[in-house]
Nanobody, 114 residues
Framework: QVQLVESGGGSVQPGGSLRLSCIASGTIFSINAMGWYRQAPGKQRELVATITSGGRINYAAFVKGRFTISRINTKNTVYLQMNSLKPEDTAVYYC????????WGQGAQVTVSS
């Protein structure tokens, strides 16, 4: 079993920054891709960014240039640095790890509002 714990969510004004962290623990031999997804009220969950164990990164078009995903393989940790936040970035952000199958964190609320 694998557990994912997110931290770093919160409230920020438009243009502000937040950094999300996610640590995976449990029975882990290797993690393929790790990533971040988000779900806004009334909307479906959508991909934000993913990163493979080899460092290959994929970003959703709406975050390019503003968000940066990074990963420390030896610590089973993935980060999401979010800059220039907009009100439309308000959502619950979920960490995802592919360890044989997909595992999800409990979610971290990000609110962008003036």
């Amino acid at each position: 079993q694998v557990q994912l714990v997110e931290s770093g969510g919160g409230s920020v004004q438009p243009g502000g920054s937040l950094r999300l962290s996610c640590i995976a623990s449990g029975t882990i031999f290797s993690i393929n891709a790790m990533g971040w997804y988000r779900q806004a009220p009334g909307k479906q969950r959508e991909l934000v960014a993913t990163i493979t164990s080899g460092g290959r990164i994929n970003y959703a078009a709406f975050v390019k240039g503003r968000f940066t995903i990074s990963r420390i393989n030896t610590k089973n940790t993935v980060y999401l640095q979010m800059n220039s936040l907009k009100p439309e970035d308000t959502a619950v952000y979920y960490c995802n790890a592919e360890v044989g199958k997909d595992y999800w964190g409990q979610g971290a609320q990000v609110t962008v509002s003036s």
